[in-house]
C-alpha cells in the first residue's frame, strides 16, 4: 500500500525542496512566497486529512448515551404499560403502543442526526480546505499570466512587466508554477483518498481537473519558447 496513496509528508517535503529551488533561482520574485504559503497548506493539509481520518469520539459518545437513554425510556414504558390479563384496557394499550413507536422514531431521528453531524462537520472542513487550495491554484495561474512567450526578445514598452527573463528563465519559470500547480492537486487528491465523502470527492476532482487545465496552459508557453529557441539547453 505503500506505493498506492499519497504521503502528505512527501508532497509537503517535495514543496519544501521547489521553495528552495524558486529562491535560488528568482530570489526577488514573488512565486517563492506563493509557493512558502503553498507548503504551509501542505502541512495544514497533513493535519487535517489525519483528523478527517480518525472518528470523533465525543459525538459517537453522544450517540451511545442517547441510545442507552432512549432504551431505558422505552423499557420503562412497556413496563409501565402493564400486559398481565385484565390489567390493561385496550385503549390503554394503544396509547401506550402509540407513545412507545414515537419514542423510537424521536430515537431514531436523534441517532441520525447526531451520526450525520459528524459526517457534515468534517464535510465542512474538507471543503473549506478545499477552497483555500483553490484559491491559491488561482494565485499561482496569476504569476504566469505575464509571461509571454512572445514577448521574449521583444521591444519592451513603459506598462511591460518589470522582469525580463532569457529563454531558459522563463521556461524554468513558468515550470515551477506547474509544479505547483500539479502538487496543488495532489494536496486536494488527498482530501478525498480517506474521507469517502461525495460531496468531498468531487470537490477535489473539480480541483484536480482546474489544476491540470492550469498545467496545460503553462506547458503550451513552454513549448513555444523551446520551439523558438531550438540551441536552448534543456532545464
Known amino acids: ?31 517563492g512566497k506563493v509557493c512558502a504559503e503553498l507548503a504551509v497548506l501542505a ?8 483528523g478527517l481520518a480518525k472518528p470523533m469520539i465525543w459525538i459517537r459518545i453522544g450517540v451511545g448515551l442517547i441510545l442507552a437513554a432512549g432504551a ?16 390493561a384496557e385496550m385503549l390503554s394499550l394503544v396509547s401506550g403502543l402509540e407513545s412507545a413507536v414515537n419514542l423510537l422514531l424521536v430515537m431514531g431521528a436523534g441517532i441520525f442526526s447526531l451520526t450525520s453531524f459528524e459526517a457534515r462537520l468534517k464535510r465542512h472542513t474538507a471543503m473549506r480546505a478545499l477552497h483555500e487550495l483553490r484559491s491559491i491554484i488561482h494565485v499561482i495561474d496569476m504569476h504566469q499570466l505575464t509571461k509571454d512567450p512572445v514577448m521574449v526578445g521583444a521591444a519592451r514598452t513603459k506598462a511591460s512587466p518589470d522582469h525580463v527573463l532569457s529563454p531558459f528563465e522563463l521556461v524554468r519559470y513558468l515550470d515551477y508554477c506547474s509544479e505547483m500547480l500539479s502538487l496543488s492537486g495532489k494536496l ?25 487545465n492550469l498545467s496545460q496552459k503553462v506547458w503550451q508557453k513552454i513549448t513555444i519558447v523551446q520551439t523558438s529557441n531550438p540551441t536552448m539547453n534543456p532545464a
Open 43 to 50: 502541512g495544514d493539509t497533513q493535519s487535517r486529512v489525519t
Open 1 to 31: 500500500m505503500v506505493y498506492r496513496t499519497i504521503d502528505a509528508a512527501l508532497v509537503l517535503q517535495t514543496l519544501e525542496k521547489l521553495r528552495l529551488r524558486i529562491g535560488e533561482r528568482f530570489p526577488q520574485a514573488g512565486l
Open 188 to 212: 486536494a487528491a488527498l482530501y478525498a483518498q480517506d474521507f469517502n465523502d461525495p460531496d468531498v470527492i468531487e470537490a477535489a476532482s473539480d480541483i484536480e481537473q482546474l489544476a491540470t
Open 72 to 87: 431505558s425510556l422505552a423499557a420503562y414504558g412497556i413496563h409501565a404499560i402493564g400486559f398481565k390479563s385484565g390489567e
